[in-house]
Nanobody, 127 residues
Framework: QVQLVESGGGLVQTGGSLRLSCAAS????????MAWFRQAPGKEREFVAT???????????DYTDSVKGRFTIYRENTANMLYLRMNSLKPEDTAAYYC?????????????????WGQGTQVTVSS
């Protein structure tokens, strides 16, 4: 079992920045693909960003198109931490953000690729 706890959400103005954190505990592993998803009221949970170990000390990263160039996902394995740095925030980024861990299969951009989820942290961007 893996436990995930998010933090760092809040209220920010358009153009502002936030850094979300996800603390992992339990049977953590660098082999896990880790990701951020978000869910706005009345909408399905959607993929935001993911990072997968590719060998040695390297990880790849993928983003949904709407956040490319603005968001950065990164992890600190020694501390079992995952982060999402969010810059140039827009009102449409408003959502509850969830940390996830799993195999990333069959599809790492789908909720089906993850077995473990945090409780979420709210991000609200005012216009």
């Amino acid at each position: 079992q893996v436990q995930l706890v998010e933090s760092g959400g809040g209220l920010v103005q358009t153009g502002g920045s936030l850094r979300l954190s996800c603390a992992a505990s339990g049977r953590t592993s660098r082999d896990y693909t880790m990701a951020w998803f978000r869910q706005a009221p009345g909408k399905e949970r959607e993929f935001v960003a993911t990072t997968t170990w590719t060998g040695g000390n390297t990880y790849d990263a993928d983003y949904t198109d709407s956040v490319k160039g603005r968001f950065t996902i990164y992890r600190e394995n020694t501390a079992n931490m995952l982060y999402l740095r969010m810059n140039s925030l827009k009102p449409e980024d408003t959502a509850a953000y969830y940390c996830a861990a799993g195999s990333g299969r069959p599809i790492k951009t789908s909720v089906r690729g993850y077995d473990y989820w945090g409780q979420g942290t709210q991000v609200t961007v005012s216009s």
